[in-house]
């Protein structure tokens, strides 16, 4: 990452980029453009003699590996909740899984190439595989597949991944994907917020940038052609915009949300758990409004008394095809359990308007709303 002049102004031609909101929040900050892929994969054929010495760097490289994940899961144990801190066990799992390790073996021994053009083949082809799924959330464990496979090749080739140090400044993280490796190279004490070029909302990098509290963006496409590193920019991920060079207008605008924002926060905090009550003594339920099974993961269930909409639409729209019976009665299932006894109400599938289903076309009428 490097690191520009930042104006000492806020520019006057402002240009919005749009993309998707991953975590909540705004920033104002410079953005720094992070380059998180290894430039050089080196490619060579070797002699059968050089085999077992190649199946020996690999093996080496997943034990450092492994000690690399463990050691960033420990470091950021106070950070995440310890269902978030198992984003690491799942890439210690796809590590140490026998069919990646069989792969990446078969490759080398049959086309008598280095480990690091083994291990390039077998990540593509699982990513391929990840990509077709019909389901949104398996569609986004193919970037963990990534993140191990740019771990293994940097210790392949002995490439420690220095921290970034912001020198006291804060700034915006901006990359073509956030990865869960990237939580151990970032200054995360100066940290602003997060945006990249592809991903989604339910990608592992997203989910821990939730559990940090650090506002995200996805699919920004043009976050990095549209700026450089030290441009500054204010990022919505309320509304799901990055706005590039802002006028003072802007910044002076979403500066006041930041303070309103903070102080409904602060006086959220007090409250939360206290009864929800009327100030001539009528009770009011207070209930949450959820999109996932996923979101119930974030619930405060001992703040509200229950979910009062679970939006069962989310689960057709993120998909390819119908999800099964059995897999909607998994769904419901685990809401059910998160819910800790409480009620859900369960809105039945609500589709059409402005909530197509890409396999399922609705009939033409001139209110789809209805």
């Known amino acids: 990452a490097i690191w520009c002049r930042v104006p000492e102004k806020y520019g006057s031609m402002s240009l919005k980029l749009k993309g998707v909101s991953a975590a909540p929040g705004i920033a104002i900050a410079p953005i720094v453009h992070f380059h998180t892929d290894l430039d050089f994969i080196p490619a060579k054929e070797i002699a059968e003699s050089e085999v077992e010495d190649e199946l020996r760097r690999l093996d080496d490289a997943m034990a450092t590996t492994s000690r690399g994940i463990l050691f960033l899961r420990h470091e950021m144990a106070d950070s995440l909740s310890d269902h978030d801190s198992k984003i690491f066990d799942v890439q210690v799992n796809l590590l140490h899984d026998k069919t990646f390790r069989a792969d990446m073996e078969r490759e080398v021994r049959t086309d008598l190439v280095n480990v690091e053009v083994a291990l ?6 699982y990513e391929s595989v990840f990509e077709k799924a019909e389901d949104v959330m398996m569609r986004e464990r193919g970037a963990d597949i990534r993140d191990v496979g740019r771990q293994l090749l940097s210790a392949l080739l002995d490439r420690d991944r220095t921290v970034f140090t912001s020198g006291e ?4 993280f ?3 994907e956030f990865l869960p490796s990237d939580a151990g190279v970032l200054d995360r004490d100066h940290i602003q ?7 989604g909302k339910y990608s592992h990098g997203a989910i821990l940038a939730r559990s940090l509290g650090i506002p995200s963006l996805v699919g920004v496409e043009e976050a990095l052609t549209k700026s450089t590193s030290g441009t500054p920019v204010i990022l919505d991920g309320e509304n799901g915009h990055l706005i590039v060079r802002p006028d003072e207008a802007e910044v002076s605008h979403y500066q006041h949300l930041i303070e309103v924002r903070d102080e409904s926060y602060s006086r959220l905090i007090e409250v939360r758990l206290a009864p929800s009550v009327t100030l001539d003594g009528d009770a009011v339920d207070l209930m949450a409004n959820v999109e996932s099974v996923h979101d119930m993961q974030h619930v405060e269930m001992e703040a509200v008394t229950g979910v009062g909409l679970f939006r069962t639409e989310f689960a057709f729209m993120e998909r390819r095809q119908f999800p099964t019976e059995d897999e909607q009665v998994q769904m419901y299932s685990a809401a059910m359990e998160a819910a800790k006894g409480k009620p859900v ?3 039945t599938l609500d589709i059409g308007g402005d909530k197509p289903l890409p396999y ?5 009428e001139r209110n789809p709303v209805l």
Do not use: E, L, N, S
């Open 345 to 347: 109400t369960f809105r």
């Open 193 to 199: 917020g997060i945006v990249t070029v592809r991903g």
């Open 174 to 176: 901006a990359a073509d």
């Open 360 to 364: 399922f076309r609705t009939p033409d």
């Open 120 to 125: 390039q083949r077998v990540v593509h082809r």
């Open 169 to 172: 400044r804060d700034y915006i």
